[in-house]
């Protein structure tokens, strides 16, 4: 049992670059989100997923997709890439939306030139 | 999301010492959660708090969810070294059940 996993660990784009953030879990849980880690910032919400086929934008979706085909994957795209959206990506799932018990992976840190 | 003011933002601590971090929002939550993250890792759950006035320990550990459903706090007992970290309180909204993090307390201990 993995739990929640992200590849890749570290990144580095250059503006305009697009590329795709990986986030798989096997804990047959319904609800997936995405979180970004700013310096002096709590973890704010991007997109998340209450079930497959199903997403929704979070507290700061602006220049980034997602998509969520199975219960296990949840991708996150950024389709032109910004010095802005340098940071630390987490991916985390739980149960159910209900559920508030959350469990985060290790996180993807980027960085945007 | 909502705001929670998370304090202090950052404390140095003897081994052996028993230290307090806090976090209050501007409106109700009906669970608190405090997460620890360590460097270069994602954020573990390490108290879940359902209740107002619930007090609920794990280890060393001591989390209160406060009456008013606006604060809550969390204690460690007995600094040792490992303790080091960041520590995130976060409130989930009895509205959309989305979670709102605190900004983090980061932990360094003296030996």
């Known amino acids: 049992n993995a739990g929640v996993t992200q590849t890749p660990k570290f990144q580095v784009l250059k503006t305009g670059q697009s590329m795709t953030l990986q986030c798989a879990q096997d804990m047959n849980h319904e609800y997936m989100s995405w979180y970004r880690q700013d310096p002096g910032m709590g973890l704010r919400l991007i997109h998340y997923?209450?079930?497959?086929?199903?997403?929704d934008q979070g507290e700061v979706p602006n220049g980034y997709n997602v998509s969520r085909s199975t219960t296990e994957d949840f991708p996150l795209r950024l389709l032109s890439a910004a010095p802005s959206q340098t940071s630390v990506y987490f991916c985390a799932s739980s149960l159910t939306h209900r559920v508030v018990e959350q469990f985060f992976g290790p996180g993807t840190r980027l960085t945007v030139l | 999301g909502q705001q929670l003011n998370q304090s202090p933002q950052s404390m140095f601590i003897q081994e052996g010492e028993d230290v307090s971090m806090n976090c209050t929002s501007s409106?109700?939550?009906?669970?608190w959660l405090w997460y620890k993250q360590d460097p270069g890792e994602g954020p573990v759950l390490l108290i879940a708090?359902?209740?107002?006035?619930e007090l609920t320990s794990n280890g060393r550990l001591t989390a209160q969810f406060g009456i008013t459903r606006k604060d809550s706090f969390l204690n460690i007992s007995a600094s040792i070294p490992s303790d080091v970290g960041i520590y995130f309180c976060a409130g989930q909204s009895p509205n959309d059940y989305k979670l709102s993090f605190g900004a983090g307390t980061t932990v360094t201990v003296r030996a």
């Open positions: 997923s209450v079930g497959a086929g199903i997403t």
């Open positions: 409106s109700i939550f009906n669970t």
């Open positions: 708090l359902y209740k107002a006035g």
